[in-house]
């Protein structure tokens, strides 16, 4: 069986330890450490709160005007469930943290490795059983707000 390091356990069996270490992860563009990516647990970021507005007027968002349509802003997926309620999860999966989560089949999921999610984000199968960070939503009839 393949045993999976991370970066920083690699490094660490390098030698790198403290300093040296954050210099390696600074210093090295592919290794690109020093780049704020969101966790699966925490996609804007640690201690970061989400809070912006669609207004459902816009082409750019107004599938969200037909029950069973989604779009992706500011890397979360918002869906139409219902014709009173919206659904709103990152879109990085927490299988493999990859920004490939979609809606489909009244469902969440990410074709990367066939994560199932539920509309509150609960893991409906083996790749999906950390589940997806959920965020809340407020619709007043055509400007639907996304918060955390």
């Known amino acids: 069986m393949e045993e ?19 210099a390696v992860y600074c210093a090295v563009p592919a290794l690109s450490s020093c780049i704020n990516e969101p966790s699966p647990n925490d996609p804007g970021g640690s201690g970061s709160t989400t809070d912006f507005t669609l207004d459902l007027n816009d082409s750019a968002y107004s599938a969200l005007k037909t029950v069973g349509k989604y779009v992706i802003a500011n890397r979360i997926v918002i869906a139409r469930i219902s014709s009173t309620t919206f659904a709103a999860v990152t879109q990085v999966c ?4 990859k920004a490939k989560v979609i809606y489909r089949n009244a ?7 066939g994560a199932k999610y539920d509309v509150n984000g609960r893991g409906l ?11 809340m939503t ?8 996304v918060f955390s």
């Open 4 to 22: 999976k390091l991370s970066r920083n356990a690699f490094l660490k069996s390098l030698g790198f330890k403290g300093a040296s270490l954050l």
């Open 107 to 113: 469902e969440f999921y990410c074709p990367e490795h």
């Open 125 to 135: 199968n083996s790749n999906g059983k950390n589940g997806l960070t959920v965020y």
């Open 94 to 97: 927490s299988h493999e943290n």
């Open 138 to 145: 407020a619709f007043d009839g055509s400007l639907l707000r």
